[in-house]
């Protein structure tokens, strides 16, 4: 596992960017100054260093914070290869589920409302569990249900949820 001085000395983390370059030359492809790593086929960023294969945001964590994160690193904007410094938050994995973008099945527009039998349900996600809130005749009031029931919970509405 790398230390945060290890990846001082070998990259350079741009907050504003994202971006790792590389300071040494990790091999005779790779010049000093290029942007360090490639967006694998899940989206994400990964960087090989002393041959082992890390993410860049867990590596973007390391590098400002001194550590590994503990728990799920979740990109704020929901794209996984950006990796500035303000699009990254520690999160738990329901935060992490909240933060997700919506289902292409979701007809609604808006997590946790849907339509069944002309009427529109709301059904929340919260500590584990699927919670039936109610049935409406109208979307509006089955958006503003559900948006007071995550207040009420603590939770963002607006925030993926």
Same mark, same amino acid.
């Given at each position: 596992?790398? +230390?945060?001085?290890?990846?001082?000395?070998?990259?350079?983390?741009?907050? $504003? +960017?994202?971006?790792?370059?590389?300071?040494? /030359?990790?091999?005779?492809?790779?010049? %000093?100054?290029? *942007?360090?790593?490639?967006?694998?086929?899940?989206?994400? *960023?990964?960087?090989?260093? =002393?041959?082992?294969?890390?993410?860049?945001? !867990?590596?973007?964590?390391?590098?400002?914070?001194? $550590?590994?994160?503990? =728990?799920?690193?979740?990109?704020?904007?929901?794209?996984?290869?950006?990796?500035?410094?303000? =699009?990254?938050?520690?999160?738990?994995?329901?935060?992490?589920?909240? #933060?997700?973008?919506?289902?292409? /099945? =979701?007809?609604?527009?808006?997590?946790? *409302? @849907?339509? !069944?039998?002309? !009427?529109?349900? *709301?059904?929340?996600?919260?500590?584990?569990?699927?919670?039936?809130?109610?049935?409406?005749?109208?979307?509006?009031?089955? %958006? $503003? %249900? /559900? #948006?007071?029931?995550?207040?009420?919970?603590?939770? @963002?509405?607006?925030?993926?949820?």
């Amino acid at each position: 596992m790398i +230390t945060q001085k290890e990846l001082k000395e070998a990259t350079h983390y741009s907050p $504003e +960017t994202g971006d790792f370059t590389w300071l040494k /030359r990790p091999s005779n492809r790779v010049k %000093v100054g290029d *942007v360090a790593g490639y967006i694998a086929p899940d989206g994400y *960023v990964q960087i090989r260093i =002393n041959n082992i294969l890390y993410k860049s945001h !867990r590596l973007a964590f390391l590098y400002m914070e001194g $550590e590994f994160p503990v =728990n799920i690193i979740d990109h704020i904007n929901h794209d996984p290869s950006d990796n500035k410094w303000l =699009n990254l938050r520690h999160a738990d994995r329901f935060l992490n589920q909240k #933060n997700m973008k919506l289902s292409k /099945r =979701n007809s609604s527009g808006i997590s946790g *409302v @849907s339509k !069944r039998n002309k !009427r529109w349900q *709301v059904i929340i996600h919260a500590n584990g569990k699927s919670n039936y809130i109610g049935s409406y005749i109208s979307k509006s009031d089955a %958006v $503003e %249900v /559900r #948006n007071k029931t995550y207040k009420d919970l603590g939770f @963002s509405p607006t925030h993926g949820i």
